[in-house]
């Protein structure tokens, strides 16, 4: 059965899907307690929950936390610095295009991060000073559960992407879908094309 499917059948039994341990409890009602199952659906309904108040922050305070991972290991260029990986869009990896095509929609903070460790060290101190006001987070369904559950603890918006394949290297992630997670509610800040810029782009005699 699919995860939406489940959480259709588990709301219309009435039960609890407020926490992540609440979820897994519903799901060992209708004997469906797979632990990573357990954190998918968490981390969908999550999704689904912060959707409202993440639409509601700009791109520029949203931080994109990208699993270093991704990166191509043997081949990686990019340095370590004080907040992870600085890529240097090499083009051997995924994690360049990602970068690109964050800073094309205003994202401005991107972190290619070893763990969790330094995940809550940035927000440490960027949450404080108002630099961070939401997240995206690209991981696996059980680092995504543990930081959708930190982040709503310090009222911090999440939407999560999770990754095809897990593990510790030679991960895999639908840019699609990261791509659409980057797109959510970025068409209001970025301002349309103006009709004058179009018309002088279609006939340049146009002063
Ligand atoms: S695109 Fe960036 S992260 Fe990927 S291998 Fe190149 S420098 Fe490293």
């Known amino acids: ?17 407020s926490t992540r341990s609440a979820v897994r409890a519903a799901l060992s009602l209708i004997s469906e307690d797979e632990e990573e199952l ?3 659906i968490y981390v969908e309904l999550k999704n689904k929950a912060y959707k409202d108040d993440f639409v509601k922050i700009p791109p520029e305070k949203r ?9 191509n290991i043997r081949s990686c260029p990019a340095e370590f610095g004080k907040y992870g990986f600085e890529c240097v869009k090499c083009g051997l990896c995924v994690i360049g ?6 800073e094309k929609i205003g994202y401005k903070q ?24 939401a997240a995206i987070g690209i991981a696996c369904w059980s680092e995504l ?13 999440l939407q999560a992407a999770p990754l095809l394949r897990a593990g510790c290297i030679n ?5 699609e879908r990261v791509k659409a997670t980057l797109e959510i509610g970025t068409e209001r800040y970025n301002k349309p094309i103006t009709c004058k810029s179009m018309e002088t782009r279609k006939n340049p005699s146009v002063s």
Do not use: N
Not at 63 to 71: E, G, K, M, S, T
Not at 97 to 102: A, F, L, P, V
């Open 63 to 71: 931080a994109v936390f990208i699993p270093q991972c991704l990166r």
């Open 97 to 102: 295009d990602i970068i690109e095509y964050c």
């Open 145 to 157: 559960a543990e930081a959708a559950e930190k982040l709503s603890m310090l009222k911090i918006p």
């Open 1 to 17: 059965m699919s995860p939406e499917r489940i959480i259709a059948k588990l709301l219309a039994l009435g039960a609890d899907l």
């Open 110 to 133: 991107f972190y290619i991060v070893p763990g969790g460790s330094l995940v809550k060290k940035i927000l440490k101190e960027m949450v404080p000073k108002g630099e961070i006001k």
């Open 38 to 40: 357990t954190d998918q």
């Open 171 to 175: 991960t895999l992630v639908d840019i």
